[in-house]
Protein backbone atom coordinates (compact mmCIF):
# COMPACT_ATOMS: atom_id res chain seq x y z
CA UNK A 1 0.00 0.00 0.00
CA UNK A 2 1.05 3.68 -1.04
CA UNK A 3 1.44 6.35 1.31
CA UNK A 4 -0.27 9.29 0.45
CA UNK A 5 1.41 12.70 1.01
CA UNK A 6 -0.84 14.41 3.75
CA UNK A 7 -1.83 18.22 3.91
CA UNK A 8 -2.26 18.62 7.32
CA UNK A 9 0.78 19.96 9.06
CA UNK A 10 2.07 17.97 11.82
CA UNK A 11 2.00 18.97 15.77
CA UNK A 12 5.61 19.28 15.16
CA UNK A 13 5.63 21.71 12.21
CA UNK A 14 2.83 23.67 14.37
CA UNK A 15 4.95 26.68 15.33
CA UNK A 16 6.59 26.85 12.19
CA UNK A 17 3.54 26.83 9.73
CA UNK A 18 2.07 29.23 11.93
CA UNK A 19 4.99 31.61 11.59
CA UNK A 20 5.17 30.97 7.60
CA UNK A 21 1.35 31.87 7.68
CA UNK A 22 2.49 35.19 9.01
CA UNK A 23 5.12 35.98 7.33
CA UNK A 24 3.16 35.37 3.99
CA UNK A 25 -0.18 37.35 4.84
CA UNK A 26 2.21 40.62 5.98
CA UNK A 27 4.19 40.38 2.47
CA UNK A 28 0.54 40.29 0.64
CA UNK A 29 -0.73 43.17 3.08
CA UNK A 30 2.85 45.55 2.30
CA UNK A 31 2.13 44.78 -1.76
CA UNK A 32 -1.88 45.32 -1.45
CA UNK A 33 -1.36 49.01 0.33
CA UNK A 34 1.29 49.75 -2.41
CA UNK A 35 -1.06 48.28 -4.98
CA UNK A 36 -3.72 50.26 -3.37
CA UNK A 37 -1.81 53.47 -2.99
CA UNK A 38 -0.14 53.08 -6.64
CA UNK A 39 -4.12 53.02 -8.17
CA UNK A 40 -5.20 55.76 -6.47
CA UNK A 41 -1.85 57.52 -7.53
CA UNK A 42 -3.35 56.60 -10.93
CA UNK A 43 -6.60 57.10 -10.79
CA UNK A 44 -6.05 60.98 -9.00
CA UNK A 45 -3.55 61.62 -12.46
CA UNK A 46 -6.52 60.11 -14.79
CA UNK A 47 -8.96 62.57 -12.85
CA UNK A 48 -6.85 65.55 -12.58
CA UNK A 49 -5.95 65.45 -16.37
CA UNK A 50 -9.93 64.62 -17.30
CA UNK A 51 -10.88 67.85 -15.56
CA UNK A 52 -8.23 69.69 -17.28
CA UNK A 53 -8.19 68.40 -21.05
CA UNK A 54 -12.37 68.83 -20.40
CA UNK A 55 -11.76 72.77 -19.28
CA UNK A 56 -9.74 73.16 -22.22
CA UNK A 57 -11.39 71.61 -24.70
CA UNK A 58 -14.57 73.27 -23.55
CA UNK A 59 -12.72 76.31 -23.70
CA UNK A 60 -11.21 75.55 -27.02
CA UNK A 61 -15.16 75.26 -28.08
CA UNK A 62 -16.23 78.59 -26.65
CA UNK A 63 -13.94 79.96 -28.59
CA UNK A 64 -14.95 78.24 -31.50
CA UNK A 65 -18.56 79.34 -31.42
CA UNK A 66 -17.06 82.90 -31.10
CA UNK A 67 -14.97 83.02 -34.02
CA UNK A 68 -17.91 81.73 -36.15
CA UNK A 69 -19.86 84.28 -34.68
CA UNK A 70 -17.62 87.29 -34.62
CA UNK A 71 -16.62 85.91 -38.30
CA UNK A 72 -20.16 85.91 -38.99
CA UNK A 73 -21.04 89.58 -37.58
CA UNK A 74 -18.44 91.02 -39.80
CA UNK A 75 -19.93 89.23 -43.03
CA UNK A 76 -23.25 91.04 -42.08
CA UNK A 77 -21.32 94.17 -41.34
CA UNK A 78 -18.69 94.58 -44.16
CA UNK A 79 -19.61 92.08 -46.81
CA UNK A 80 -23.02 91.20 -47.31
CA UNK A 81 -26.36 92.93 -48.65
CA UNK A 82 -28.30 94.39 -46.16
CA UNK A 83 -31.69 92.40 -45.99
CA UNK A 84 -34.15 94.60 -46.52
CA UNK A 85 -32.50 96.93 -48.86
CA UNK A 86 -33.80 100.11 -47.38
CA UNK A 87 -32.10 99.48 -44.36
CA UNK A 88 -30.99 102.04 -42.42
CA UNK A 89 -35.06 103.59 -42.64
CA UNK A 90 -36.94 99.94 -41.49
CA UNK A 91 -36.32 98.97 -37.84
CA UNK A 92 -33.58 97.31 -37.16
CA UNK A 93 -35.78 94.13 -35.45
CA UNK A 94 -37.28 93.20 -38.69
CA UNK A 95 -33.70 93.39 -40.40
CA UNK A 96 -31.66 90.13 -41.11
CA UNK A 97 -28.51 91.80 -42.10
CA UNK A 98 -27.23 95.55 -41.39
CA UNK A 99 -24.51 96.10 -42.91
CA UNK A 100 -22.30 99.51 -42.35
CA UNK A 101 -21.51 99.77 -46.18
CA UNK A 102 -22.04 102.33 -49.05
CA UNK A 103 -19.88 99.84 -51.21
CA UNK A 104 -16.94 97.42 -50.36
CA UNK A 105 -14.52 98.44 -48.37
CA UNK A 106 -16.24 101.97 -47.97
CA UNK A 107 -18.20 102.75 -44.78
CA UNK A 108 -21.66 104.36 -44.92
CA UNK A 109 -22.04 106.75 -41.62
CA UNK A 110 -25.91 106.85 -41.47
CA UNK A 111 -25.89 103.25 -41.17
CA UNK A 112 -23.42 103.02 -38.56
CA UNK A 113 -24.82 105.62 -36.81
CA UNK A 114 -28.38 103.90 -37.41
CA UNK A 115 -27.23 100.45 -36.10
CA UNK A 116 -25.13 102.48 -33.13
CA UNK A 117 -28.70 103.93 -31.95
CA UNK A 118 -30.06 100.94 -32.24
CA UNK A 119 -31.44 98.74 -28.64
CA UNK A 120 -28.39 96.39 -27.98
CA UNK A 121 -30.33 92.86 -27.76
CA UNK A 122 -31.76 93.84 -31.61
CA UNK A 123 -28.05 94.72 -33.02
CA UNK A 124 -27.14 91.14 -31.83
CA UNK A 125 -29.72 89.33 -33.30
CA UNK A 126 -29.57 91.33 -36.16
CA UNK A 127 -25.37 90.33 -36.43
CA UNK A 128 -26.53 86.62 -35.28
CA UNK A 129 -24.95 86.57 -32.10
CA UNK A 130 -25.68 84.96 -29.25
CA UNK A 131 -23.06 86.06 -27.09
CA UNK A 132 -21.86 89.73 -25.91
CA UNK A 133 -20.61 91.89 -28.77
CA UNK A 134 -18.70 95.25 -29.10
CA UNK A 135 -17.76 97.01 -32.10
CA UNK A 136 -15.81 100.02 -32.93
CA UNK A 137 -14.72 102.13 -35.56
CA UNK A 138 -11.75 103.64 -35.29
CA UNK A 139 -8.62 105.54 -36.84
CA UNK A 140 -5.89 103.16 -38.54
CA UNK A 141 -2.79 104.27 -37.07
CA UNK A 142 -4.14 105.19 -33.87
CA UNK A 143 -6.53 104.04 -31.08
CA UNK A 144 -9.00 106.87 -31.16
CA UNK A 145 -12.62 105.63 -31.14
CA UNK A 146 -15.10 107.42 -33.98
CA UNK A 147 -17.91 105.55 -33.07
CA UNK A 148 -18.97 102.50 -30.93
CA UNK A 149 -21.84 100.16 -30.04
CA UNK A 150 -22.32 97.05 -27.89
CA UNK A 151 -20.88 96.64 -24.60
CA UNK A 152 -17.56 96.66 -23.34
CA UNK A 153 -15.64 93.44 -22.62
CA UNK A 154 -14.36 93.19 -19.20
CA UNK A 155 -10.81 92.17 -18.65
CA UNK A 156 -11.52 88.98 -17.07
CA UNK A 157 -13.98 87.55 -20.42
CA UNK A 158 -12.52 86.00 -22.83
CA UNK A 159 -13.03 87.44 -26.27
CA UNK A 160 -12.16 86.47 -29.96
CA UNK A 161 -11.46 89.92 -32.14
CA UNK A 162 -11.79 90.51 -36.33
CA UNK A 163 -10.23 93.70 -37.72
CA UNK A 164 -10.65 95.09 -40.82
CA UNK A 165 -10.03 98.29 -42.94
CA UNK A 166 -12.19 100.40 -44.53
CA UNK A 167 -12.42 104.03 -45.93
CA UNK A 168 -14.03 106.49 -43.87
CA UNK A 169 -14.51 109.47 -45.31
CA UNK A 170 -11.57 108.97 -47.60
CA UNK A 171 -9.05 107.82 -45.09
CA UNK A 172 -8.24 104.63 -44.17
CA UNK A 173 -10.05 103.34 -41.12
CA UNK A 174 -10.87 99.95 -39.09
CA UNK A 175 -13.64 98.13 -37.97
CA UNK A 176 -12.83 96.14 -35.11
CA UNK A 177 -15.27 93.62 -34.03
CA UNK A 178 -15.26 91.80 -30.35
CA UNK A 179 -17.29 89.17 -29.61
CA UNK A 180 -17.18 88.42 -25.69
CA UNK A 181 -17.97 86.08 -22.87
CA UNK A 182 -17.83 86.26 -19.38
CA UNK A 183 -16.22 83.13 -18.06
CA UNK A 184 -17.35 81.42 -15.43
CA UNK B 1 5.66 35.29 -3.54
CA UNK B 2 8.14 37.54 -3.25
CA UNK B 3 8.23 37.64 -7.37
CA UNK B 4 4.84 37.65 -7.59
CA UNK B 5 5.07 41.09 -5.38
CA UNK B 6 7.85 42.85 -7.40
CA UNK B 7 5.79 41.96 -10.60
CA UNK B 8 2.84 43.98 -9.51
CA UNK B 9 4.81 47.31 -8.31
CA UNK B 10 7.01 47.12 -11.50
CA UNK B 11 3.80 46.82 -13.65
CA UNK B 12 1.80 49.41 -11.60
CA UNK B 13 4.69 51.81 -11.35
CA UNK B 14 5.31 50.96 -15.55
CA UNK B 15 1.53 52.14 -16.07
CA UNK B 16 1.34 54.77 -13.73
CA UNK B 17 4.94 56.49 -15.97
CA UNK B 18 2.69 55.66 -19.71
CA UNK B 19 -0.30 56.96 -18.17
CA UNK B 20 1.62 60.55 -17.39
CA UNK B 21 3.54 60.13 -20.80
CA UNK B 22 0.11 59.16 -23.21
CA UNK B 23 -1.77 61.96 -21.07
CA UNK B 24 0.99 64.32 -21.34
CA UNK B 25 1.35 63.73 -25.24
CA UNK B 26 -2.24 64.17 -25.60
CA UNK B 27 -2.70 67.19 -23.77
CA UNK B 28 -0.42 69.03 -26.08
CA UNK B 29 -1.59 67.60 -29.20
CA UNK B 30 -5.29 69.15 -28.07
CA UNK B 31 -6.34 71.66 -31.10
CA UNK B 32 -6.43 75.46 -29.93
CA UNK B 33 -5.48 77.33 -32.47
CA UNK B 34 -8.19 79.83 -34.55
CA UNK B 35 -9.87 77.65 -37.02
CA UNK B 36 -9.99 80.92 -39.32
CA UNK B 37 -6.26 81.77 -39.00
CA UNK B 38 -5.94 81.53 -42.76
CA UNK B 39 -9.46 82.64 -43.48
CA UNK B 40 -8.56 85.92 -41.21
CA UNK B 41 -5.34 87.02 -42.97
CA UNK B 42 -7.14 86.29 -47.01
CA UNK B 43 -10.20 88.51 -45.62
CA UNK B 44 -7.75 91.23 -44.12
CA UNK B 45 -5.44 91.22 -47.00
CA UNK B 46 -8.74 91.48 -49.77
CA UNK B 47 -10.04 94.55 -47.97
CA UNK B 48 -6.34 96.43 -47.04
CA UNK B 49 -6.13 95.86 -51.02
CA UNK B 50 -9.25 97.00 -51.34
CA UNK B 51 -9.08 100.10 -49.29
CA UNK B 52 -5.58 100.83 -50.90
CA UNK B 53 -7.16 101.00 -54.39
CA UNK B 54 -10.45 102.80 -53.23
CA UNK B 55 -8.32 105.36 -51.20
CA UNK B 56 -6.04 106.37 -54.13
CA UNK B 57 -2.66 104.61 -52.70
CA UNK B 58 -2.44 102.07 -56.05
CA UNK B 59 -2.51 104.89 -58.34
CA UNK B 60 0.00 106.80 -55.47
CA UNK B 61 2.24 103.26 -56.44
CA UNK B 62 1.60 103.57 -60.22
CA UNK B 63 3.61 107.21 -59.96
CA UNK B 64 6.21 105.19 -57.85
CA UNK B 65 5.17 107.72 -54.86
CA UNK B 66 5.32 104.98 -51.87
CA UNK B 67 5.49 107.32 -48.81
CA UNK B 68 1.43 107.22 -47.81
CA UNK B 69 1.27 103.46 -48.54
CA UNK B 70 4.59 103.26 -46.19
CA UNK B 71 2.83 104.97 -43.47
CA UNK B 72 0.10 102.77 -43.39
CA UNK B 73 2.01 99.57 -42.88
CA UNK B 74 3.26 100.06 -39.52
CA UNK B 75 -0.65 99.99 -38.41
CA UNK B 76 -1.53 97.10 -39.92
CA UNK B 77 -2.35 94.08 -36.89
CA UNK B 78 0.93 93.18 -35.66
CA UNK B 79 0.93 89.76 -36.59
CA UNK B 80 0.65 90.20 -40.36
CA UNK B 81 3.26 90.40 -42.50
CA UNK B 82 2.42 92.66 -46.00
CA UNK B 83 4.22 93.76 -49.30
CA UNK B 84 2.47 95.54 -52.23
CA UNK B 85 3.82 95.83 -55.98
CA UNK B 86 2.47 97.04 -59.02
CA UNK B 87 3.48 96.49 -61.91
CA UNK B 88 2.53 98.10 -65.32
CA UNK B 89 1.04 96.26 -68.52
CA UNK B 90 4.24 94.62 -69.63
CA UNK B 91 5.15 93.02 -66.22
CA UNK B 92 7.79 95.37 -64.63
CA UNK B 93 8.10 96.69 -61.44
CA UNK B 94 6.76 100.06 -60.89
CA UNK B 95 6.80 100.12 -57.05
CA UNK B 96 7.00 97.82 -54.14
CA UNK B 97 6.21 98.64 -50.10
CA UNK B 98 6.92 96.20 -47.64
CA UNK B 99 5.97 96.33 -44.13
CA UNK B 100 8.50 97.85 -42.03
CA UNK B 101 9.32 95.11 -39.31
CA UNK B 102 8.52 92.37 -41.62
CA UNK B 103 11.57 90.46 -43.66
CA UNK B 104 9.91 90.47 -46.67
CA UNK B 105 11.12 87.04 -47.94
CA UNK B 106 8.65 85.77 -50.50
CA UNK B 107 9.46 82.11 -49.16
CA UNK B 108 6.89 82.30 -46.72
CA UNK B 109 3.73 83.89 -48.17
CA UNK B 110 0.56 82.18 -47.07
CA UNK B 111 -1.71 85.02 -49.19
CA UNK B 112 -1.51 86.78 -52.79
CA UNK B 113 -4.44 89.14 -53.16
CA UNK B 114 -4.10 90.43 -57.22
CA UNK B 115 -6.16 93.23 -58.73
CA UNK B 116 -6.22 95.13 -61.79
CA UNK B 117 -6.40 99.19 -61.89
CA UNK B 118 -6.48 101.62 -64.46
CA UNK B 119 -4.51 104.84 -63.72
CA UNK B 120 -3.93 107.88 -66.36
CA UNK B 121 -5.13 105.13 -69.32
CA UNK B 122 -2.52 102.08 -68.81
CA UNK B 123 -3.57 99.23 -66.68
CA UNK B 124 -1.55 98.08 -63.72
CA UNK B 125 -1.69 94.88 -61.65
CA UNK B 126 -1.85 95.65 -57.59
CA UNK B 127 -0.46 92.15 -55.66
CA UNK B 128 -0.88 92.12 -51.97
CA UNK B 129 1.29 89.63 -50.55
CA UNK B 130 0.85 88.46 -47.00
CA UNK B 131 2.09 86.06 -44.28
CA UNK B 132 1.80 85.58 -40.66
CA UNK B 133 5.09 87.13 -39.00
CA UNK B 134 7.63 84.15 -38.54
CA UNK B 135 9.33 84.01 -34.92
CA UNK B 136 12.41 85.55 -36.47
CA UNK B 137 10.51 88.76 -37.64
CA UNK B 138 8.68 89.49 -34.07
CA UNK B 139 12.34 89.15 -32.49
CA UNK B 140 13.46 91.93 -35.04
Not at chain 1, 55 to 60: C, I, M, P, Q
Not at chain 1, 167 to 183: C, D, K, P, Q, S
Request: charged content about 20%; overall charge neutral.
Amino acid sequence: MQCQPSNRAQPSDAKAGAYATRKRGQMFAMDLIVAILLLLAILMLVLSVQGDVMGREGLASLRVDMAHEAQGAAQRLLYAPAQPTDWPRRNISLLQSPNIISSPGVLDWEKAKALSNSSYNDTREALGVSSQIYVRIMQFNSSQVYLSFGQQPPATSTLYRVERPILINGTVGRVVIEVWRELG
Amino acid sequence: MRRGIIFTIDALLALLFSASFVTLLYQNSLPVEDIYRDFSLYAYSSDFLTVLDKGGYLNELADKDIRNTMKLMPYTPDPYCFYVRVEDSEGKKVATVHKPTCSGSRKNIDVYVRRLFVYNGETYLAELGSWYKTNEEAGD
